[in-house]
């Protein structure tokens, strides 16, 4: 049952070169996406150059669609779904990957913005898992977007580029802190503690001549926004801003086996889906690679796996081929295999004692494969059904995809879930599969680059055999 080192397979020279231009490709993908809305962005701009048709387009053209055609599908510009038609009716099934591409942050509330002894602060709530001592005394860039009252939109993307500014939460210095480390962790650093700091240059007397604002800080900040990106304090109304780690991910290790990044949950799996669409042509069942927003929360909302969007989605292509019917629907549906690419925590040598060593995923050993999910008695699991696992085992020795299995964690230490209980409510087999992950949820989290190229090559294995 010992699964061998997945590095073993790639010696130095052309092999491992593969795994590592692979990785370097995924780092710079993690680096400039640090949102939903710039993943979908990213990812939807190089499926069109790829050839992807976008779907509404196709609809308005009344485009017929055929065996090996590729559509794409937008959600709100924060989530997408990707289809390349097979050669056997949607109603026969689809091979599905599906990922999130939100993760762990800290948003800007509607009304951020405000000044504390000559300090200009703005306002926020996590969104999330996460342990909120860790976002304080770090680089904090801010990326979003601000709508205003004339229909225009200016993005935000501060903090990442060298000559950028950067912001932070201010931690309590440790002369100081005698009461503050009494506290448990969860109690240390509190949720309306975690206000940002954004300047401390007070207006002039010759800038405030006229307004007379008693907020002078306050008022310089709005005075740089106005100049800067054209917005006032009201616009923020309707603004989506998120507070993540500044700066790129790095290589981690003497050997650079590793990348530390932000938001490898679940972006890890996200990028090897879609790349994994790219070496489909003409697939036996329909290819789809489903990437969704909001999962972190719950998975709720028009953007969440809860929506309508994927159903509707497939309807409309359905309707495209020439093969729609409320029943064919429920059939393509209810038939298709999903992988549901999310990650695993990996162990993690430091903390041993939440972890059972037989059930547990390990940074070198490749793809994970989790059969339930969910906490103490699989509470709020989908628990795979075994025939499904061993036509997966098969796919992936067949392929020589190194792949191993886990739970997370053990018993009554916790848990976490993924979507694979929603599609799984279709009747569809579903399994969660991804990459182990050390730190997670953390701003700073790590993975192993084999483990990321054995993730992509099983997710080709799937969409090409499942």
């Known amino acids: ?276 669409m790219l070496e489909v042509d003409v697939p036996e069942y329909t290819s789809v690679c489903l990437l969704v927003d909001k999962e972190e929360i719950g998975s709720v909302g028009a953007t969440g796996m809860e929506s309508k969007f994927f159903e509707n989605c497939v309807a409309e292509v359905m309707n495209l081929a020439g093969c729609y019917s409320e029943l064919a629907l429920r059939r393509a549906l209810k038939n298709s295999k999903m992988l549901s690419s999310d990650v695993s925590a990996a162990f993690d040598p430091n903390f041993p004692s939440v972890m059972e060593k037989k059930n547990a995923a390990y940074f070198g050993k490749g793809l994970v494969f989790n059969k339930f999910t969910g906490r103490g008695g699989k509470g709020g699991s989908n628990d795979a059904n075994p025939e499904y696992i061993a036509k997966l085992r098969n796919i992936m020795d067949t392929n020589e995809v190194s792949f191993q299995t886990a739970e997370l964690g053990k018993v009554d230490q916790g848990g976490g879930g993924t979507i694979a209980y929603i599609l799984a409510s279709y009747g569809m087999n579903v399994i969660d599969s991804g990459v182990a992950v050390l730190n997670m949820h953390a701003p700073w989290e790590i993975i192993s680059k084999v483990d990321l190229y054995e993730a992509y090559r099983g997710y080709v294995a799937f969409l090409k055999e499942a």
């Not at 061998?4 to 995924?26: C, I, L, M």
């Not at 200009?120 to 969104?127: E, P």
């Open 1 to 276: 049952m010992e699964r061998k080192n997945a590095w073993e397979k790639y010696p130095q020279g052309e092999k491992r070169n593969e795994v590592f231009a692979f990785a370097e490709d995924y780092r710079k993908f993690i680096s400039e996406c640090k949102t939903e809305r710039e993943c979908a962005t990213y990812i939807y701009d190089l499926a069109k150059e790829a050839g992807f048709v976008d779907l509404d387009e196709a609809i308005a053209a009344g485009t017929a669609l055929k065996a090996g055609d590729k559509v794409i599908a937008n959600n709100m510009g924060k989530g997408l779904a990707m289809f390349i038609l097979g050669e056997k009716g949607m109603e026969a099934g689809m091979n599905i990957l599906g990922a999130h591409i939100d993760s762990p942050r800290i948003d800007l509330k509607q009304v951020p913005m405000f000044e504390d002894t000559e300090m200009a602060m703005l306002d926020t709530h996590y969104y999330g898992g996460i342990k909120k001592y860790q976002w304080v005394a770090l680089p904090l860039a801010l990326h979003g977007v601000i709508c205003k009252k004339d229909g225009t939109t200016v993005n935000v993307n501060i903090g990442d580029k060298p000559e950028d500014p950067v912001f932070g939460i201010s931690d309590l210095l440790i002369h100081l802190s005698a009461d503050q480390l009494d506290k448990k962790a969860a109690k240390v650093i509190e949720g309306e503690s975690l206000d940002l700091l954004i300047g401390s240059i007070p207006m002039t007397e010759e800038e405030d001549a006229e307004e007379k604002v008693k907020e002078k800080v306050k008022g310089n900040i709005l005075r740089i926004l106005e100049e800067t990106y054209g917005v006032e304090e009201e616009d923020f109304l309707s603004a989506e801003i998120e507070v993540v780690p500044a700066g790129e991910a790095r290589d981690y290790g003497f050997d650079r086996s590793m990348i530390m990044g932000y938001g490898h949950d679940d972006r890890v799996c996200a990028w090897p889906s879609y790349k994994a």
